[in-house]
């Protein structure tokens, strides 16, 4: 962001100064006291165990020029006013029953939008969908570094704290920003799409993640589609032709249309695709011409992700050439993403246990087939979340889809829902079956969704082994 001070933050933010002089230097914005600088503003967020308007003080003792607050602290402050009517659904409601953490985070957001709207040679893209927005920013991040200095997100930054606080990150010098949308409920990306408006927006897909709480596909369509509608005249809506819920959204947008996937209809799309071990390689074909493309990303469902990188790249200016090699140099950068190991005695270990819904599960599982074909196979799982009523069904169909796809093992942990023939009721003991029972040559694919923790378990198989 643009240096700036105490005053200037809270007249973009409707604040008052408490303790300050409004000179206090602000280069940076960071919530977490240990990456305090000299010149942070510190964001003072309520969490689940403590609130950070209680750190105040040490923010500013490590560093910080001040602190955006939702009430009065013992340090200087700007001190931003209630949010009038505002919102019970945050992720943070469960800890703000007094609405400060909400003020503060609106106040955020107006501060990013003023910060970006200061970058005129900054082009925003905004990734949305129910699935593979952290993989496609990684893969936008690489094809787009050669075309100028970008900044995204660290993992999945994507909610109404972790979207303003990567736009703050942007300065003078960056050309594209990468932004990541989530929702848990309909206006949600509205919202988000409105303090920081992207030029450029990604819809991947549609599926059936958070299906519990916005109770049909529906629903999570109408929200997704909520990034289009955010887009002006002059902007680019890049659509996934492959799935219809998403093709449809083109009707929902001002701005212009580029379809990318497998269809023949795509303006961007992907021929020829094959797979080894794990690992695809396609022909990528756009309007300016056509490459060859091997990713190192292991899961044939990143060719979609690619597809929608490489449309992103090429309207900002990148050749097809360059997309290509771009894609094919590209690694996984964000952990617990189908993070293949392979330990000194065989046994390769698949951690993707970073989070899980019923599409990503039938993903993970087709590249299982595909890494180990001609090897024992182990799909060690646990539960979905947030399913909704559907969830026992659901899971009983990923189980289904295990045994398609060929898998020897099915290992449940903690899930019994999925009627697996093995049943851990932790990691630990999960960790106990297998390590008595892996041979050498063996391929164990860990996921779960986040609450479950299996990275744990994916850590304690690598323990030692590397």
Same mark, same amino acid.
């Given at each position: 962001?643009?240096?700036?001070?105490?005053?200037?933050?809270?007249?973009?933010?409707? #604040?008052?100064?408490?303790?300050? %002089?409004?000179?206090?230097?602000? %280069?940076?914005?960071?919530?977490?006291?240990?990456?305090?600088?000299?010149? #942070?503003?510190?964001?003072?967020?309520?969490?689940?165990?403590?609130?950070?308007?209680?750190?105040?003080? @040490?923010?500013?003792?490590?560093?910080? /020029?001040?602190?955006?607050? #939702?009430?009065?602290?013992?340090?200087?402050?700007?001190?931003?006013?209630?949010?009038?009517?505002?919102?019970?659904?945050?992720?943070?409601?469960?800890?703000?029953?007094?609405?400060?953490?909400?003020?503060?985070? @609106?106040?955020?957001?107006?501060?990013?939008?003023?910060?970006?709207?200061?970058?005129?040679?900054?082009?925003?893209?905004?990734? %949305?969908?129910? =699935?593979?927005?952290?993989?496609?920013?990684?893969?936008?991040?690489?094809?787009?570094?050669?075309?100028?200095?970008?900044?995204?997100?660290?993992?999945?930054?994507?909610?109404?704290?972790?979207?303003?606080?990567?736009?703050?990150?942007?300065?003078? =010098?960056?050309?594209?920003?990468?932004?990541?949308?989530?929702?848990?409920?309909?206006?949600?990306? @509205?919202?988000?799409?409105?303090?920081?408006?992207?030029?450029? /927006?990604?819809?991947?897909?549609?599926?059936?993640?958070?299906?519990?709480?916005? #109770? =049909?596909?529906?629903?999570?369509?109408?929200?997704?589609?909520?990034?289009?509608?955010?887009?002006?005249?002059?902007?680019?809506?890049?659509?996934?032709?492959?799935?219809?819920?998403?093709?449809?959204?083109?009707?929902?947008?001002?701005?212009?249309?580029?379809?990318?996937?497998?269809?023949?209809?795509?303006?961007?799309?992907?021929?020829?695709?094959?797979?080894?071990?794990?690992?695809?390689?396609?022909?990528?074909?756009?309007?300016?011409?056509?490459?060859?493309?091997?990713?190192?990303?292991?899961?044939?469902?990143?060719?979609?992700?690619?597809?929608?990188?490489? &449309?992103?790249?090429?309207?900002?200016?990148?050749?097809?050439?360059?997309?290509?090699?771009?894609?094919?140099? &590209?690694?996984?950068?964000?952990?617990?993403?189908?993070?293949? %190991?392979?330990?000194?005695?065989?046994?390769?270990?698949?951690?993707?246990?970073?989070?899980?819904?019923?599409? =990503?599960?039938?993903?993970?599982?087709?590249?299982?087939?595909?890494?180990?074909?001609?090897?024992?196979?182990?799909?060690?799982?646990?539960?979905?979340?947030?399913?909704?009523?559907?969830?026992?069904?659901?899971?009983?169909?990923?189980?289904?889809?295990?045994?398609?796809?060929?898998?020897?093992?099915?290992?449940?942990?903690?899930?019994?829902?999925?009627?697996?023939?093995?049943?851990?009721?932790?990691?630990?003991?999960?960790?106990?079956?297998?390590?008595?029972?892996?041979?050498? /040559?063996?391929?164990?694919?860990?996921?779960?969704?986040?609450?479950?923790?299996?990275?744990?378990?994916?850590?304690?198989?690598?323990?030692?082994?590397?």
């Amino acid at each position: 962001m643009r240096p700036t001070t105490s005053a200037q933050v809270a007249a973009v933010t409707g #604040g008052r100064l408490h303790r300050a %002089t409004g000179d206090e230097p602000v %280069t940076a914005v960071e919530f977490d006291t240990r990456a305090i600088r000299p010149g #942070g503003l510190f964001v003072a967020l309520p969490g689940e165990r403590v609130d950070g308007h209680d750190f105040a003080a @040490a923010a500013v003792a490590a560093g910080a /020029g001040c602190v955006l607050a #939702g009430r009065e602290v013992d340090a200087p402050a700007v001190v931003v006013p209630p949010v009038p009517g505002r919102r019970t659904d945050t992720y943070l409601a469960a800890t703000d029953p007094d609405g400060h953490g909400a003020a503060v985070l @609106a106040a955020l957001a107006r501060l990013a939008g003023h910060a970006v709207a200061e970058l005129p040679r900054c082009t925003v893209v905004g990734i %949305t969908g129910s =699935s593979g927005k952290t993989s496609t920013k990684d893969l936008l991040a690489a094809v787009l570094a050669p075309l100028g200095e970008t900044v995204a997100p660290p993992g999945s930054f994507n909610n109404e704290l972790g979207l303003p606080w990567t736009a703050l990150r942007a300065g003078e =010098s960056t050309r594209h920003l990468v932004l990541e949308f989530s929702a848990r409920g309909a206006g949600h990306i @509205a919202a988000l799409a409105a303090a920081v408006p992207p030029r450029i /927006g990604v819809v991947l897909n549609v599926g059936s993640a958070h299906l519990g709480e916005f #109770g =049909s596909t529906a629903a999570i369509a109408e929200a997704k589609g909520e990034l289009v509608e955010a887009l002006d005249d002059d902007g680019v809506a890049v659509l996934n032709a492959d799935d219809p819920a998403v093709a449809a959204m083109g009707i929902r947008t001002r701005a212009r249309v580029v379809l990318t996937g497998r269809h023949p209809n795509a303006h961007v799309r992907a021929e020829d695709v094959a797979v080894d071990a794990g690992r695809a390689r396609f022909t990528l074909v756009a309007p300016g011409g056509s490459a060859p493309v091997a990713l190192r990303l292991v899961g044939e469902h990143h060719v979609g992700n690619a597809l929608a990188a490489a &449309a992103v790249a090429l309207e900002l200016g990148a050749t097809p050439d360059a997309v290509a090699h771009a894609l094919s140099l &590209a690694e996984p950068a964000s952990r617990w993403r189908m993070e293949l %190991t392979e330990r000194p005695d065989g046994v390769t270990v698949v951690n993707d246990a970073y989070n899980a819904n019923p599409e =990503s599960m039938r993903a993970a599982l087709s590249a299982l087939a595909s890494i180990g074909a001609g090897r024992r196979t182990w799909a060690v799982l646990g539960r979905i979340g947030e399913l909704g009523a559907g969830s026992d069904a659901a899971h009983v169909q990923v189980a289904q889809d295990a045994l398609a796809h060929g898998v020897d093992e099915l290992v449940a942990v903690g899930a019994p829902e999925y009627g697996a023939p093995r049943d851990a009721p932790d990691v630990d003991a999960a960790l106990e079956l297998l390590r008595a029972e892996l041979r050498p /040559g063996d391929v164990v694919l860990v996921k779960a969704s986040r609450a479950a923790g299996l990275e744990r378990l994916a850590a304690g198989l690598l323990e030692g082994a590397r």
